[in-house]
């Protein structure tokens, strides 16, 4: 009859289109492995959120490291400073001490002998005290004998070595002398090698060597 339902031909026909292909077309493709994996992305305000988070902590720990940089320079700069000071008032208070000692040892009168080599032993310690000492009495009769004087200048002064403890020191000496041989005066230079030590917060001199 021609006015029936025409027969389905050629078969079921594939979900391409409509809501229910849409719908089966992800798990069509998990099946496949074509699944789309990919994640999502973070929304514009958290984009703009975190990398400020992470500025201020860099920015955080960075004033952390500067201010430990600065205190630890500022440390390091003041000890370097008072090393140097006191390496420079210990080196000033040996020099002041062997040219004392030096003028000390220079001059001599012998109105007052007893005065002038007590100036000696108050700047000398060890064996050179010991030795000078011991010839006191023999040298005030010498000088008394000879009515010699002595006027002893230091012109230079140099530190050969030193360390915490001790130090040598050379120095260089006019003096004009004058006794019963010489009485118009004789010019006389001296250079002289002071080994010194530090006793009781004072540099003293432990032995004494003409070198020139």
Known sequence: MSGGPRPLTGGPRPLTDGPLARA????????????????????????????????RRALSAGLVVATVLTTASALWLGFQVREQ????????????????????????????????SGNV????????????????????KLVAQNKSVSEG??????????D??????????????????????????YRLQLDLVLEGGRWLTSDVEFVG
Not at 153 to 162: F, K
Not at 164 to 189: C, F, M
């Open 24 to 55: 089966v077309r992800p798990v069509r493709r998990l099946i496949a492995g074509r699944a789309d994996t990919r994640r999502p992305t973070a929304s514009p305000a958290g984009d703009r959120t975190t990398p400020a988070a992470g500025r």
């Open 85 to 116: 000071r006191a390496a420079e008032q210990r080196r000033q208070d040996i020099l002041a001490a062997a040219r004392q000692s030096a003028l000390n040892f220079t001059s001599l009168d012998y109105r007052h002998y007893d005065r002038d």
């Open 121 to 140: 032993l108050k700047g000398a310690t060890g064996d050179f005290r010991k030795q000078f000492a011991a010839q006191t009495q023999e040298l005030t």
């Open 153 to 162: 200048q230091v012109l230079e002064a140099g530190l050969v070595r030193s």
């Open 164 to 189: 915490a403890r001790s130090a040598r020191v050379l120095v260089v000496a006019d003096s004009k002398v004058t006794n019963t041989a010489v009485p118009k005066g004789e010019a006389r230079t």
